[in-house]
């Protein structure tokens, strides 16, 4: 499956420590990630990550056209509500796109580890099926 991974500033860390908790989930896929997040969970990880763009010089829009082209099964974005940067991309495009094409969608580390288990169980495989 098709792993989208994007994280605004203050959260890259933590995106960080989600894959590596769930590398061996995560190996298993196909993960894209905006070029700063997906260089970072590399160097952790040893994850092969397919990069787009930085997200505010268009990695965002990147994976949005894979979104549409309902080439994504699963989207990991962790932002942050409080203190987001210019700079950084916005979330609201995205979140549309995964409404439309019913495409698994988490905002927060709880969501996202709910989505990793229930990818490692078998749950999405619809997604298989809906493409």
Known sequence: MNIG???????KKLMQNFCIAY??????HELY????TGRLIEEVTNLNVHK?????L???????SQI????MDMVIYLRDPLHPKKHEPDVND???LCDIYNIPFATNLA???LLIKALDRGDLEWREVYR
Not at 23 to 28: A, E, F, T, V
Not at 68 to 71: G, L, V
């Open 68 to 71: 549409e082209h309902n080439d």
């Open 52 to 56: 787009y763009l930085a997200g505010h």
């Open 5 to 11: 991974l994007i994280a605004h500033d203050s959260k």
């Open 94 to 96: 995205v979140v549309r």
């Open 33 to 36: 990630a905006t070029g700063t």
């Open 58 to 64: 268009g990695g965002q829009q990147q994976l949005a």
């Open 23 to 28: 590398r061996g989930i995560l190996n298993k």
């Open 111 to 113: 969501t996202a580890e």
